[in-house]
């Protein structure tokens, strides 16, 4: 097995350029901190981008920066918070919930895996943030879409298409993101006690406000525990995260009190600490164990997710939290995983949605439709898509449905959730 560490952008299209003659197929790789998500491949060479790194432009006044794709996000978010800025959709971070180290993350796998946090409620994920690409192709030949600039009228909007493809159509080799300010202030609300079904309601009360809530989760009984260093204790919470400039925190926080007063015991979480409890809910610190119990990422209606829930917890031990106002659930399955077929046969019954398989020994995800099945006419698309970006399926082939030459639209895996 030959590992190729390119340095260059020239260097990564020398390298595919051969990978293409030879036919030889190509593991992308970054740091590896998502290496274990989708169905495991098996192929000769890895293609590993982990020294192809640096900062190539940042124009704070500007809003926007540019990195190679290989750079760690966690130095990028180091120099954005050294200027009161930041990357408004909270890339999550799988390294700890995978049994890898945190901040290994690269930029490139950003856009790749279509990342985001709890902030994705307001602000998006990765793709409605990336103002351009320079990439490789599958055919050996170099392309770049979009600019440096949040207005570009260059064509096809490639740097939204390559999103979610998990390195199946093309290797980035630059990158270029819309940068926003980091907010003044941050509270988060917590009600305490609350049931799932009452937590469902209520954080949709709080969403339909005023108050301008930026994230919105709920922390069932004895998983709030694992959360924070264990601050919140066992007893469930359920937390409204507001931002801005202080005192319009202030008021708003004032008005979800007099709107939630009766939903139950009320609690105000503020600054770093607000802030770490937001980092474990998005990096899925209370399934973090360093086990490979199988751990599902589903996306759904929010107010039909408890429901959901409900219905699998009758046929199957599992844990579960809520992100996304209940958009977004995570399942930790706690004696082996059910049929995969019983949880999307779920989710249809409960108003639609996508399942992925985020964590699984590799054998459970050889087995199992790890990224949801596309309907025919949108995995027709998706194959051709595959077929002009990466025609002799070089890029991790296999890795999102079985099969060379498989590849997904990430429209489709990413769910309809905000």
């Given at each position: 097995m030959t590992t190729f560490t390119p340095t260059t952008s020239e260097e990564v299209l020398s390298t595919v350029a051969w990978a293409v003659a030879e036919g030889s197929p190509l593991e992308i790789l970054g740091h590896g901190s998502k290496r274990g998500i989708g169905r495991p491949l098996q192929t000769e060479h890895t293609l590993d981008l982990s020294k192809l790194t640096g900062v190539t432009l940042y124009e704070p006044a500007e809003l926007v920066l540019s990195a190679k794709a290989g750079t760690p996000l966690a130095e990028i978010e180091k120099l954005l918070a050294e200027n009161?800025?930041?990357?408004a959709f909270e890339p999550m971070d799988y390294g700890p919930l995978l049994g890898g180290e945190p901040g290994k993350g690269t930029i490139g796998g950003v856009l790749g895996a279509n990342l985001s946090g709890?902030?994705?409620?307001?602000a998006g994920a990765a793709r409605d943030h990336i103002l351009g690409i320079n990439v490789v192709s599958g055919r050996g030949e170099p392309f770049k879409s979009g600019g440096r600039?949040?207005?570009n009228v260059t064509g096809y909007d490639m740097s939204k298409l390559m999103a979610n493809s998990w390195g199946t159509l093309a290797v980035f080799t630059d990158v270029t993101f819309k940068v926003l300010p980091a907010a003044e202030t941050e509270v988060t609300l917590a009600l305490r006690g609350l049931l799932d079904d009452a937590a469902a309601s209520a954080m949709a009360l709080a969403l339909g406000s005023s108050a301008e809530v930026?994230?919105?989760?709920h922390l069932p009984e004895r998983v709030a525990t694992r959360v924070a260093g264990g601050a919140l204790g066992s007893e469930a919470a359920t937390l409204l995260r507001v931002e801005g400039f202080g005192p319009s925190v202030a008021y708003r926080i004032a008005a979800l009190k007099t709107l939630l007063g009766k939903a139950g015991p009320l609690e105000e979480i503020a600054g770093e600490a607000s802030q770490l409890m937001w980092r474990d809910v998005r990096d899925i610190k209370p399934f973090a164990d360093g086990s490979e119990k199988p751990v599902w990422r589903v996306s759904m209606a929010p107010f039909h997710a408890h429901q959901m829930v409900l219905t699998l917890r009758m046929q199957a031990a599992v844990s579960a939290f809520y992100d996304w106002q209940g958009g977004l659930v995570w399942l930790r399955?706690?004696?082996?995983?059910?049929?995969?077929a019983l949880l999307?046969?779920?989710l249809r019954k409960h108003g639609g949605g996508h399942a992925t398989l985020v964590r699984a020994a590799p054998a459970h995800r050889a087995a199992v439709p790890v990224f949801e099945p596309q309907p025919p006419p949108l995995a027709a698309l998706s194959a051709r898509l595959k077929a002009e970006f990466d025609p002799k399926a070089?890029?991790?082939?296999?890795?999102m449905a079985p099969g060379a030459g498989s590849a997904t639209l990430g429209v489709a895996t990413e769910g309809s959730a905000p």
């Open positions: 009161g800025q930041q990357l709890p902030r994705r409620l307001k600039v949040v207005k930026s994230s919105a989760a399955m706690e004696e082996g995983d059910p049929e995969a999307r046969g779920l070089i890029f991790n082939p296999g890795r």
